[in-house]
Nanobody, 115 residues
Framework: QVQLVESGGGSVQAGGSLRLSCAAS?????MGWFRQAPGKQREGVAT???????TYADSVKGRFTISKNNARNTLYLQMNNVKPEDTAVYYC????????????WGQGTQVTVSS
């Protein structure tokens, strides 16, 4: 059983930065960030695998960085040079192994980027 709690969301001007955090309890291996913008489908933002390899959506490459601190059981998303199109509810997610859907989800944290 995994519980995930996101924090760090808020309102920011375009070009600014935010760092989202996800505190995890229980066991998880693969973790990621997803987002859902108003009127849009949920999309993957970034993932991080057990050994630390990462993937990013094309829309955030070069701007966002996913990382984790295993000792603290915490996942991070550093968001730099944010754009209005980054506005969304951001969700932390976790799963035990590749090939399965992400099964554990946080409540989400709102990120609003204004022009």
């Amino acid at each position: 059983q995994v519980q995930l709690v996101e924090s760090g969301g808020g309102s920011v001007q375009a070009g600014g930065s935010l760092r989202l955090s996800c505190a995890a309890s229980g066991y998880a291996v693969y973790m990621g960030w997803f987002r859902q913008a108003p009127g849009k489908q949920r999309e993957g933002v970034a993932t991080i695998a057990p050994a630390g390899s990462t993937t990013y959506a094309d829309s955030v490459k070069g701007r966002f960085t996913i990382s984790k601190n295993n000792a603290r059981n915490t996942l991070y998303l550093q968001m730099n040079n944010v754009k209005p199109e980054d506005t969304a509810v951001y969700y932390c997610a976790a799963k035990y192994r590749t090939g399965e859907d992400f099964r554990y989800w946080g409540q989400g944290t709102q990120v609003t980027v204004s022009s």
